[in-house]
């Protein structure tokens, strides 16, 4: 026999039990006086009923109900359409159980009753007309029952499109692009990275760049809509995810963009922000067979020891960009030639003249010597062979500056610096303007130079080393920074440099805060031949990384009191311009005060290493052009003076100035004017004869 709590009545059955038994009894034993006294009777029976049940335990077994709880709270917690079911199912149990009532009560076919409860759920106003009695009381509690219902439905569908608004505002939708430039990763260098790819989408008119990283997607909008950049036309797309997923790959198209763009992390220390890159560069890769045809990586790493790993698992798919790599060399290149950070961020831009490749049949056969005069809105600077040459054992096809003796072939390129890729063509009948007589410049002995380095580089060590290559023997270098000595010797054996070892520079540490102007005034800064201003970085977990502001602000003044220094002790402000500062600076709107201040030089870091994987992005070619560049041995940008092209009072176009740079084995870029603050790359008048100061610059592309 079962006991009282086995028994799986519950009292919802015992009411049913209690209605139904009082309207059956009704309906046979006094049919034509059935009202609504069956109903009150039955009412009264199932509520005497449903109290024995709760008093005596009449209910469902404890275990049993844990387990139908666990089940609906798994079930609502996994499928999205548990809402939706179970409002449907409580619709078709009012109705069902509203349809029997109504039988029981008035005698009548189910479907008619059950279209009659249907009506009432629906309409609130269906029962008024409704005489007194046991159907008013049905259609009362059914109408109340689809009151809730309403509710119950009205608030599913206000949570269900809150739900989908607000995946659309945090960007977990697919994004539907093709041919689109995907950034993975947000840092310092994306807003000017979608800068570079905005101007260089601008000559058609549209593009699309997608952005994917950890950051919120409402955030990264908000960065962007702020940050005061024109994007011409391009849509950018934003949605949150980590890239190192590829189902987050997926989602944001992947495989079919033009290009991908790895982003190094700034939150992670150097190797494990690489250790990350290598890993999305490991998921992108996966998406792609080894024989699909797939876009071009370009990854930025922060530690150039590490990039012999992408090399293992790319399969010749990734371009590598070592960031402080380059900015360490621009920065050593910088020191030893005014105005060249300007310059080079001119060139590496999109906006104003940079760099293409492009094949003209027409041009097949002939000389590079008359192909470097053979573009009126261009200036030729190289050759790129179709079929790889061999020199000094190394397999080449990008030549810089080349011979005037090499041809053209069939399918070769011609590397040229131009306004725009369609800005330019060539005339192959343009006859090549004869250099005249070169004047007499003989180039000044190298001799030992001073060399101040302010504050700390994680690469330092390479700095050093690609200083001293470059440097005559006796020449000194100081270093002033928050490091004591002893740890500055360390970090640089650290980083594989032996001070002992440097063949032409000598090392002299100090420690100081550079923007103490007591820290600057006990250095001889009068005697130095170039100052560095380096921006900050962290030393330790208790110095964080400052923001752009704080280091550029920093900087600046900085730059101030070495200029005021150097003014007062050398006594003329003209003999404090001739000593080169260079200023690294972070934030683009520092730049604006820089060249307000005057009387110095300053490297854009950030935007520069921007405007190289945006290159990069759109020609794969640009890596090997940039190393070419950055090299050791190779050509290099110069900034050398008018008096080596050009005779006093002598009046020439430029076109002669390029013709007897071309004799003297360089090729001539463009000219700074000492009257003007601005560089002009590929002038526009190059016919227009002028006569040149003996203090104007030519900027040239050559081997020294």
Known sequence: EKTAAQQPMTPIL???LGVATDSVLDLLFDPEDYSNSSLVVGTLLALALGALSLRFGLRLPESSRARLEYRLDYWFSTSKSSKPLALLAATLTLMCLGSVFLVLVQPQSIYTATWLVWTWIIDTGAHTDIEPGGVRY???????????????????????ISEEVDNLRKGKSKVLEEGHTLILNWSDKTLPLIRELALANA??????VVLMSEVDKEEMEYRIANSGIDLLGTKVVCRRGDPTIVMNLEKVSCPSAKSIIILSEQSHTPDEADARSLR??????????????SPHI????????????????SQDRVEVVVSHDIIGRLMIQCSRQPSLGVILGEVLSFQGSEIYFKEWPQLTGMRFGH?????EHAIPVGIKKRIPINVGGEKKTIFLNPSDEMTLEAGDSVIVVAEDDDSYFPRPSMAAPGPGSLPPFTQPPRTPERFLFLNWRRDMDDMIAELDKQVAKGSVLYLMNSKSVDEQVKALRQGGLDPDKLRNLRLVHRTG?????RNLEELRLEEFDSVLILAEEPGNEQNPLPSHHQSDSRSIATLLIVREIQTHRLHKAAEADRLTLVSEVLDPHTRDLVQAIGRSDYVMSNDIVAAVMAQISESRDMNVVLQELLRDEGCEFYVKPMERYVWPDEEICFYDIMARARARGEIALGYKL??????????????KRRFWSDKDFVITLSDD
């Not at 000559?203 to 699309?208: F, L, R």
């Not at 192909?371 to 573009?375: G, L, N, R, T, Y």
């Not at 805060?513 to 102007?517: I, P, Q």
């Not at 000492?674 to 016919?687: A, F, G, L, Q, T």
């Open 298 to 313: 370009v990854c930025e790493l922060q530690d150039i020891d590490n990039s012999h790993l992408l090399s293992l698992v």
């Open 203 to 208: 000559s058609v008119g549209h593009g699309v």
């Open 14 to 16: 015992w009411f049913l």
């Open 138 to 160: 049905i259609s009362l509690v059914v109408t109340l029952g689809g009151m809730m219902l309403f509710a119950v439905l009205v608030g599913l569908l206000t949570e269900t």
């Open 513 to 517: 805060n550079s923007v103490v102007r």
């Open 674 to 687: 000492n009257s003007e603050n601005r560089s002009y790359i590929n002038p526009v008048d190059k016919s």
């Open 280 to 293: 999305a560069v490991l998921s992108v890769v996966q998406l792609f067979s080894p024989t699909q045809l």
């Open 371 to 375: 192909i470097a005069f053979c573009f």
